[in-house]
């Protein structure tokens, strides 16, 4: 058996016989000539080596089925992880009430199937909420703990290969929650959900928690100026204020590490306006910012590690902390390229929310419109929106330093899907993502944006 892992979790697990169903069905739905090459079945028992063998190439597979917009956005793939998520953690079937947080501290409870997928509890959400159906794709429902103080720590997006119940329970720790929040970055969409009242009261309450938690920097006479606009309820005149603040639907990171300007620095990342800006304090505990714009980072990718534990012999191996880090190749001048990485254990939301940046960029630079990169509903299937199609898949790329060898971009908001032998392996060491996510905004931009 193996372990399916997503974006650094542990989803699943299954056997090769499995995965060799799907690879038919696949075949089956899409042709031979599609469909990646599949490890072959042995006669014989598999030697360690083989076994081994056989892992990397089934982790192959996955990955080039993932890479693929037409196999990896199928709804053959995405309910084969969803089936094997519920199989896995022995969740039944059953009606089930599930509690979905608002920005203001508001439950929403819905009462779904556990085997409801991310859009249908999205769907049901809104349906609870009253809000129309053409602005249900301008939010997303996010996996977040909840801090001591009462603001909320991101985790990842939802996705439509999972489970929001079976996700959020299988996690046993009442700290992790399910969030609405809005899903784009640009400001101007605000005026399309702003249109309808539940879409101004959802924003609303996000502005107004953004500002509460700091993420949205206000001085005395702004806040002044809000207090009063709070006070008369004019709630578009409150977000027409807050557009112009700074940090404006940017998404806040926990404190990390980053090795820019020099390696051990601690950082303030937020994500907002298509760029990562930094609050850096440098070991002469001097503040300084920056932003590192989207359209000047030529690729990234999100590697993870085990540390080699050195604790006492009794210590236990499976308590060691896994590492993430997000690294991005960055134009910081007209012929100079460099990596910059950030250690944090956010680095997959990082990645996908410079995935969404970039997706937003290169839909509003062929003329398209936002509205076309949700999903919809045709015949009843989920079907992946035309957006995709935009984010096209760059050729091999290099590596952040010599000592790895190169790894093809994952043209996916999955930021890995690796496996483990389950045999082989405990589980706080099968997490592995070495995959590069390539930057068509970068190619798209041009140097006048320089």
Known sequence: AYNIHVNGVLHCRVRYSQLLGLHEQLRKEYGANVVPAFPPKKIFTLTPAEVEQRREQLEKYMQAVRQDPMLGGSETFNSFLRKAQQETQQIPTEEVVLEVLLSNGQKVKVTILTSDQTEDVLEAVASKLDLPDDLVGYFSLFLVRETKDGAFSFVRKLQEFELPYVSVTSLHNPEFRIILRKSYWDSAYDDDVM?????????????????????????????????????????????????????????????????????????????????????????????????????????????????????????????????????????????????????????????????????????????????????????????????????????????????????????????????????????????????FHGNYAFEGIGDEDL
């Open 195 to 435: 249109e309808h009242r539940v879409g101004l009261n959802l924003l609303y309450a996000q502005t107004v928690s953004d500002i509460e938690h700091g993420w949205i920097v206000v001085n005395k006479e702004q806040h002044r100026q809000l207090k009063s606009l709070q006070e008369k309820v004019s709630k578009k005149e409150f977000i027409r204020l807050a557009q112009t603040l700074k940090y404006y639907g940017y998404l806040k990171f926990d404190p990390c590490i980053t090795d820019f300007p020099e390696k051990g620095c601690h950082v303030v990342v937020s994500a907002g306006n298509n760029e990562l800006n930094f609050q850096v304090r440098l070991p002469n505990e001097q503040i300084k910012e920056g932003s590192f714009k989207v359209t000047r980072m030529r690729c990234w990718r999100v590697t993870s590690s085990v540390p080699m534990s050195n604790g006492p012999s009794g210590s236990s191996p499976g308590k060691s902390e896994v590492k993430l880090e997000l690294a991005f190749e960055y134009l910081m001048s007209k012929d100079r390229l460099q990596w910059v990485t950030i250690t944090s254990p956010q680095a997959i939301m990082l990645s996908i929310c410079l995935q969404s940046m970039v997706d937003e960029l290169m839909v509003k630079k062929s003329g398209g419109s936002i509205r076309k990169m949700f999903r919809r509903r045709v015949n009843g299937a989920l079907r992946r929106s035309d957006s995709q199609q935009a984010v096209k898949s760059p050729p091999l790329l290099d590596s952040p330093d010599a000592s790895r060898e190169p790894m093809a971009k994952l043209s996916s908001k999955l930021t890995s899907v690796s496996l483990r032998g389950i045999s082989h392996s405990s589980s706080a060491n099968d997490v592995g993502a070495n995959d």
